[in-house]
């Protein structure tokens, strides 16, 4: 594992083009374009103001740059440098920016919620899309970059449109039965939408594309409901994460729950391994850059001490929430499904030191990665079944179904790793903190060293 | 009777109470009852009294003749017993009277006691259960208050959940209220910035792209309305094709799997034994439907039944149509259930057959058909003897192997038997070892021997050598050379001596290890001594044992003083054995001694 030299950048603002060519990063006002692989700047364009939100195009042709307070957006070209496209709103005030599918038309959503205007840079056209509706996820692009799904309110009434993103025709308009929407998300094939209620009722409503309603699930009544959904990149299963600490697996034919995965505070499920990853002895290796990049073998050897494998049943460090304040630290706020569909990663807020990954295939509990401290980010590899984890400290975490390993960053000054995202090809991976950011190199050749040979089948077997 | 009635009280309780002396004393004290003078009248009174007593009335007479007033004695004797037979019933009936009295006494006593004690417990569980009653009524008195309190608690549940419903309306009311405002306020912002044309509002774009599929953008009509919901409904049909194909390969699975389960079912089950009424079907059947039913048939009876469900299943399975799916699923549940009869009865059937008695029976009954099952059982039979014997076996070992450990040193004719048995295979491996050791050893002897011969020689070689000098340093001194060239000249001669020294050592090919070592050495010493040098330390090493891996890591930092010191060893080693033999070098190895030890130190 080799780490890059550390660079600035800001507002968290690190995109890596969808290609996996380029990486850009945003330093106050500036935008800065380099190549993925030297790291070397290709462009650097000025903004005009502090950049708050950065977007490639699906292409990876175009960046789009935010500058919310101004209500400005700017657009930049990779190709002819000195193209330009700025879009202002005006008086009105913006909230929102991002790129349609197609890359030709920006989607603004202005102050309150008012509309949201559609900038052509094809035709310079705008057309503007009244009553969005301020949510959760409002609105949501199918995968193939086909169809838009929008929430709207109207009349203290839910509605969805579905607009066709090649011409902005609005395909579908139905009344969807929520109190109060919350958010839309198309399944990964782009013919069924998931649209769920506000945490206030458990209700999770299924389109089709056509508008037809499939089915209605509904856990319980009178508590609060659901606080996050993912859809398995096969379209098999939908994940509901709700307050209750509870995952719900929706199948995809019966649209009926196939299972129930708690999030006990004590662990004695015989087939789970929980892993706490050990901070005191991880100190014990501590290594300057130089060396971490010659030491691909001790690498593999040393790290293995570094995690523990607790015998069961374990017992979970929980949080008690403060009930009375909004939003409390309780339910599955974040679930990631692997990209073989074979595992689910989840995150109870009450236990925030805590990664449960959940095996789809035997529907049970697989590993559970217990941090010292609470977990910021994970993310699974885009090509292989790996979660990369964060949790605000200079370390970053891998679990993979052979084990888990620990990495010190090599980096002085304390980077602290704030988030992590995967490059497209699964072989790096950026490390964000809280002014820098580093790239993380996995030597993909080969057999993957950093993971360590932790005889997981034996500990099965406890 | 009316005489002295006082004395008669007095006297009772002492005669009672006392014993015989007391009477004794007491006759002496009322010696006054009876003096000479009142005689008779005391007759007359103690037979009175005796009347009065039931005794025979005449049983004392006075002898009036006789003066003296003698008694007839005989009554008197005969009624003075009675008197004291009497007196002894009574006393023996008072002690019992009175241990009995002593007894209900006790009893009494006792009684009291637990009277007593009886009336305390009373006295206590009164109190008791006044305070329970106490209690009761306190309690009763909450519960009537709880209840109270309860329905009050009730009512403003109530009252409060009339109030949250109110609230919750005129929330959602209000709720309502404030989004209509604030639509119609977002309207009116918006009818504002729509009528005031933001001149902000702007696009600024330096040239226009073209669109990302390089097609030109098409106007809205009806056709391209017709075009999107085309696309959509393939979409979705295409995503139900995919989900249909891929239930049909499931489908296709879990049938493959069904139909192997059945084919395997059948496999299990058709060698187990039909019933003799069954088998007058069976020429009719080819084989693959005797395979096929014959274990799934148990009676004659179901038999048809049987043979059609069967066809009708072994169709349905290969049909895939939507009416076929019921009976198929019938089929199904028909077969498994005759499954699990059929295995019950087998089940029932071991357990009878296994008793040897219904062998016999069946053997003479079923003939042809229970051969095989009874073949079987006898296997069984004899197998479970030897699972048996293997288990006594083992078990007996593992005994004496317990007494052994236990007792090493339990002399006992077993035990030793024991140790002898296990020792054994030890002792011939022992043996071997020995046996090798010993050529070992004999083949290290003759060695030592080529060794101690090679040293003699040397020996003889070094006094040659010690005399070649000696001869020449005198030659030198005789010559009158300058001595500061003494020492490179020195040198020089002995390399010549060596050389010289090394022809014999080269005649003898009785040491082969030196030769082979002789490469080692060749890096510290003259080509010329590489023969002689390093033959004297591998003969020390030989002799003394010591590794080779450590003399030639050792030599490697200090070689050349240390190979000296080796020859000097062996030298002398040679020398303590030479000396027996040849005796008259003695004098000449001294002085090489002495002479080698000046160039050490």
């Known amino acids: ?462 | 009777m009316t005489m002295s009635p006082s004395w008669h009280h007095n006297n009772l309780p002492t005669m009672h109470s006392s014993t015989m002396p007391l009477s004794k004393s007491s006759y002496n004290v009322l010696s006054a009852f009876c003096t000479e003078d009142n005689v008779p009248r005391c007759i007359s009174y103690i037979n009175q009294e005796m009347d009065s007593l039931g005794f025979s009335s005449a049983c004392i007479e006075a002898s009036s003749t006789e003066v003296s007033g003698g008694l007839n004695t005989v009554p008197a004797l005969n009624s003075m017993y009675e008197l004291l037979q009497m007196q002894r019933r009574s006393q023996h009936c008072l002690q019992e009277q009175e241990a009995e009295s002593l007894k209900s006494s006790s009893a009494l006593e006792h009684l009291q006691i637990t009277n007593s004690r009886l009336k305390d417990q009373l006295e206590l569980s009164k109190r008791e259960t006044s305070g329970l009653h106490e209690a009761e009524r306190q309690l009763q008195l909450k519960i009537k208050t709880l209840q109270n309190c309860l329905k009050t608690e009730k009512d403003e549940v109530q009252k409060l959940q009339s109030i949250i419903a109110s609230r919750a309306s005129q929330y959602s009311h209000d709720a309502k209220r404030k989004e209509r405002e604030s639509t119609k306020l977002k309207e009116r912002l918006n009818q504002l910035l729509v009528e005031k044309r933001d001149k902000k509002l702007a696009i600024d774009v330096l040239n226009y792209l073209g669109r990302a599929d390089g097609k030109r953008s098409q106007w809205k009509t009806g056709k391209v309305e017709a075009r999107h919901e085309g696309e959509m409904y393939r979409s979705l049909l295409s995503d139900y094709e995919v989900r249909h194909r891929a239930l049909m390969l499931e489908n296709v699975e879990l049938k493959k799997v069904l139909q192997q389960m059945k084919r395997e079912m059948v496999s299990i089950l058709s060698p187990s034994p039909r019933k003799p009424c069954s088998s007058f079907r069976d020429h009719v059947e080819d084989s693959l439907e005797l395979s096929t039913r014959s274990p799934l048939r148990d009676s004659t009876a179901g038999s048809d039944r049987d043979k059609e469900v069967g066809d009708c299943s072994r169709e349905t399975l290969d049909q895939s149509c939507e009416h076929a799916r019921e009976q198929l699923t019938n089929s199904i549940r028909q077969q498994w259930r005759r499954l699990k009869s059929h295995m019950e009865r087998l089940d029932s059937q071991e357990c009878v057959v296994s008793s040897a008695s219904l062998v016999q029976q069946s053997q003479q009954r079923a003939g042809k058909e229970l051969v095989p099952r009874q073949i079987h059982e006898e296997e069984m039979e004899r197998m479970r003897l030897e699972v048996q014997q293997c288990k006594d076996f083992i078990q007996t070992q593992q005994q004496l192997l317990q007494q052994q450990l236990n007792s090493p040193c339990y002399d006992d004719e077993t035990a030793a038997l024991l140790n002898d048995c296990y020792t054994l295979e030890e002792k011939e491996r022992l043996k071997e070892e020995w046996r090798l050791f010993d050529e070992q050893r004999k083949n290290f002897e003759r060695e030592r021997e080529n060794f101690t011969e090679a040293a003699i020689r040397l020996g003889y070689e070094k006094k040659a050598f010690e005399e070649d000098r000696a001869s020449w340093l005198k030659n030198q001194f005789l010559n009158m050379t300058p001595f500061v060239d003494r020492k490179r000249h020195s040198a020089s001669e002995t390399q010549h001596a060596l050389s010289t020294s090394s022809e014999p050592d080269m005649r003898i090919p009785s040491t082969p290890a030196r030769l082979t070592k002789s490469r080692t050495y060749t890096a510290f010493s003259t080509p010329k001594a590489v023969a002689g040098m390093p033959s004297t330390a591998d003969l020390y090493h030989t002799l003394r044992l010591i590794p080779d891996s450590s003399s030639s890591s050792r030599g490697s930092s200090k070689r050349g003083s240390w190979q000296e010191s080796n020859i000097i060893h062996s030298r002398e080693d040679s020398r303590v054995r030479s000396r027996d033999r040849y005796g008259g070098g003695d004098c000449c190895s001294i002085f090489s001694l002495g002479l080698e030890e000046n160039s050490l130190t």
């Open chain 1, 1 to 462: 594992m080799n780490f890059s030299e550390v660079f600035k950048q800001s507002n968290q603002l690190c995109r890596v083009s969808p290609d996996g060519k380029y990486l850009a990063t945003c330093v106050q006002y500036r935008l800065v374009v380099r190549d993925v692989n030297t790291l070397q700047i290709l462009h650097l364009y000025t903004c005009l103001d502090q950049i708050v939100h950065m977007e490639w195009s699906s292409d990876s042709l175009f960046i789009l740059c935010a500058m919310y307070k101004r209500g400005l957006v700017q657009v930049w070209s990779l190709e002819q440098p000195d193209w330009y496209c700025k879009i202002d709103e005006g008086s009105i005030g913006l909230v929102s920016s991002r790129w349609s599918p197609d890359g030709r038309h920006i989607l603004n959503t202005t102050e309150f919620h008012l509309r949201v205007t559609v900038w052509s840079l094809c035709t310079k056209a705008v057309s503007y899309i009244k009553y969005p509706k301020a949510c959760q996820k409002g609105i949501d692009f199918s995968r193939d970059g086909c169809y838009m799904a929008l929430a709207e309110r109207r009349d203290c009434r839910d509605y969805v449109s579905v607009f066709v993103c090649d011409d902005w025709h609005l395909l579908r308009h139905f009344e969807t039965e929520t109190q109060d929407l919350a958010g839309v998300e198309w399944s990964p094939n782009g013919c069924v939408l998931a649209v769920w209620d506000s945490c206030l009722e458990y209700k999770v409503l299924l389109y089709s594309l056509d508008g037809r309603l499939l089915s209605t699930f509904s856990a319980y009544e009178w508590s609060l409901g659901i606080k996050s959904l993912a859809w398995s990149p096969s379209s098999q299963f939908l994940a509901i994460g709700s307050y209750d600490g509870k995952v719900r697996i929706l199948n995809h034919i019966t649209w009926k729950k196939v299972t129930e995965f708690d999030h006990p505070a004590s662990i004695n499920n015989t087939k789970a391994v929980s892993t706490l990853s050990n901070e005191y002895m991880s100190g014990a290796f501590h290594l300057p850059y130089p060396v971490q990049r010659h030491l691909k073998n001790c690498l593999a050897y040393s790290l293995s001490e570094w995690h523990e494998i607790c015998p069961l049943p374990v017992q979970v460090p929980v949080v008690k929430p403060d009930l009375d304040r909004a939003n409390p630290k309780v339910g599955v706020s974040s679930m990631a499904f692997s990209s073989d569909n074979r595992y689910l990663a989840t995150k109870n807020d009450n236990m925030a030191c805590v990664v449960w990954v959940w095996d789809m295939q035997r529907l049970g509990l697989l590993a559970v990665l217990e941090q010292t401290s609470a977990v910021r980010c994970f993310q699974w590899d885009p090509r292989r079944p790996r979660l990369a984890l964060c949790t605000g400290n200079a370390k970053l975490y891998l679990w993979s179904p052979a084990g888990c390993v620990s990495v010190q960053v090599p980096a002085e000054g304390g980077f602290q790793v704030q988030s992590v995202t995967w490059h497209c090809s699964g072989d790096s991976l950026i490390l964000l903190g809280k002014e820098q950011l580093c790239l993380c190199y996995m030597e993909s050749r080969g057999n993957n060293y950093f993971v360590i040979k932790f005889a997981m089948n034996n500990h099965l077997d406890v």
